[in-house]
């Protein structure tokens, strides 16, 4: 089955820089890639999605990149604020629609 | 409109008992799905449902997992002779369209078992 691993597990950085996180799957067949960003507490809210016929998706502060002949798919989070403090998740499906999530990346933002 | 809701939020109860957890996905959502959290890790998939049948109940750990979905909306994952290492937070999803749609996520079931 699908394999989703995550890296890194803590990431901390100064207001206004910007932060990477990457993630690599195993089957590739998988051809929908999510991040959810949940705060503490609270549900899972998907934050970009990519298919895998799109290398790079862009919404405002927040990209998605994707590497399919290396299976792996990055979070760009650029002018980073402090609200933006929270474990992010990606995830990989394929049309099989049982979701594998990464183990999370904890995310501080220092003002 | 009203997003994916479970209930109860919290649910504490000793070994060996039987619990019950609902979840009340997005109406008109025909895709839901259960996940387990444990503290310090992603969701992990249980089970999913189409409608009202199960078409992928792979992820649920052991026999005394079971959901049902009687009626193609709200679904009930029961837990028999629960076990200290079920405690974590029981996700519901519900999307439009399973596979390649957003999964939306309810708030969670804390369950602690003692």
């Known amino acids: 089955g699908e394999n989703v691993e995550q890296h890194p597990s803590t990431l901390s950085v100064q207001e206004g820089d910007s932060a990477v996180i990457k993630c690599t799957y195993s089957?590739?067949?998988?051809?929908?890639f999510p991040w959810y960003k949940q705060e503490l507490g609270k549900r899972p809210q998907l934050i970009i999605d990519?298919?895998?016929?799109?290398g790079e998706k862009k919404d405002q502060r927040i990209a998605v990149t994707l590497n399919k002949t290396a299976k792996h798919f990055s979070l760009h989070i650029t002018e980073t604020q402090p609200e933006d403090s929270a474990v992010y998740f990606c995830?990989?499906?394929?049309?099989?629609?049982?979701?594998?999530f990464g183990a999370g990346t904890r995310l501080t933002v220092k003002p | 409109g009203a997003g994916v809701s479970q209930t109860p939020s919290n649910k504490v109860t000793e070994k060996g008992k039987y619990v019950e957890l609902r979840c009340d996905p997005i109406?008109?959502?025909?895709?839901l799905y259960w996940y387990r959290q444990s503290l310090g890790q992603g969701p992990e998939f249980l089970i999913y449902?189409?409608?009202?049948?199960?078409?992928?109940d792979s992820g649920l750990p052991n026999d005394r997992f079971f959901a049902v979905r009687p009626e193609g909306s709200v679904s009930t994952l029961k837990i028999q002779r629960t076990e200290r290492g079920d405690s974590a937070v029981y996700l519901c999803?519900?999307?439009?369209?399973?596979?390649?749609?957003?999964?939306?996520f309810g708030p969670g079931t804390r369950l602690t078992v003692l």
């Open positions: 109406s008109g959502h025909t895709a």
């Open positions: 089957d590739s067949a998988s051809n929908y």
């Open positions: 999803a519900s999307s439009s369209n399973p596979g390649l749609n957003e999964q939306f």
């Open positions: 449902f189409q409608g009202t049948g199960a078409a992928d």
């Open positions: 995830a990989a499906s394929t049309q099989h629609p049982d979701m594998r």
């Open positions: 990519i298919r895998s016929n799109v």
